[in-house]
């Protein structure tokens, strides 16, 4: 089993920049893909990103793509999200998640708490 924890959240203005880290203990954090995943008031939970198990690949949902990067530092059990030029609709919780495959898409074994982003107009 592995035991996530995001943080990096806050409240931001319209076209600033936050960085969210999901740090991972546990099993070997390099045996799992990485994803992250949102939820805004109201609305399902949606895909964000992913990344392989060795961060070789990595996925993004279009609504995000050229604006939103995941990375990760397998040494230090940490996978990041860099959000620039945020938006207003970007307002959500941003959970990370695990998933012992090396197929990043499907279900997710593992989730964190979430932590709140706030993207002010």
């Known amino acids: 089993q592995v035991q996530l924890v995001e943080s990096g959240g806050g409240l931001v203005q319209a076209g600033g920049s936050l960085r969210l880290s999901c740090a991972a203990s546990?099993?070997?954090?390099?045996?799992?893909?990485m994803g992250w995943f949102r939820q805004a008031p109201g609305k399902e939970r949606e895909f964000v990103a992913a990344i392989s198990r060795s961060g070789t690949n990595t996925f993004s949902a279009d609504s995000v793509k050229g604006r939103f990067a995941i990375s990760r530092d397998n040494a230090k059990n940490t996978v990041f999200l860099q959000m620039n030029s945020l938006k207003p609709e970007d307002t959500a919780v941003y959970y990370c998640?695990?998933?012992?495959?090396?197929?990043?898409?499907?279900?997710?074994?593992?989730w964190g708490q979430g932590t709140q982003v706030t993207v002010s107009s």
């Open positions: 546990g099993r070997i954090f390099s045996g799992y893909a």
């Open positions: 998640a695990a998933r012992p495959r090396t197929d990043v898409f499907g279900d997710y074994d593992y």
